[in-house]
């Protein structure tokens, strides 16, 4: 069983920063990848980045610049920067982490952002 827990959400202002936090937990877990989605209220969920375990990382267009996904060295745990907040980043954030050497994504429970304007 592998599970999934974010935590690091709430509520700030415009141009504020927050910090996203995302651990993967699991006896067989040993992760390709980790990221970031987000839903908002009335959208699909969208790709926010996410960290290989090679070290590359990728990011939607409307964040680059802005925010910033790391890991640990060690542990199945990453974090997402997020600087410069927009009110249209409010979302609720859902990790995703993906199982080395097979198709498996786990998704975590979601942490809600909400950006005041």
């Known amino acids: 069983q592998v599970q999934v827990v974010e935590s690091g959400g709430g509520l700030v202002q415009a141009g504020d920063s927050l910090r996203l936090s995302c651990e993967a937990s699991?006896?067989?877990?040993?992760?390709?990848?980790m990221g970031w989605f987000r839903q908002a209220p009335g959208k699909e969920r969208e790709f926010v980045g996410h960290i290989r375990w090679s070290g590359n990382t990728a990011y939607a267009e409307s964040v680059k610049g802005r925010f910033t996904i790391s890991r640990h060295k060690t542990k199945s745990i990453v974090h997402l920067q997020m600087n410069s907040l927009k009110p249209e980043d409010t979302a609720v954030y859902y990790c995703?982490?993906?199982?080395?050497?097979?198709?498996?994504?786990?998704w975590g429970q979601g942490t809600q952002v909400t950006v005041s304007s």
């Open positions: 995703a982490a993906d199982q080395a050497g097979s198709m498996a994504r786990y």
């Open positions: 699991g006896r067989t877990f040993s992760p390709y990848s």
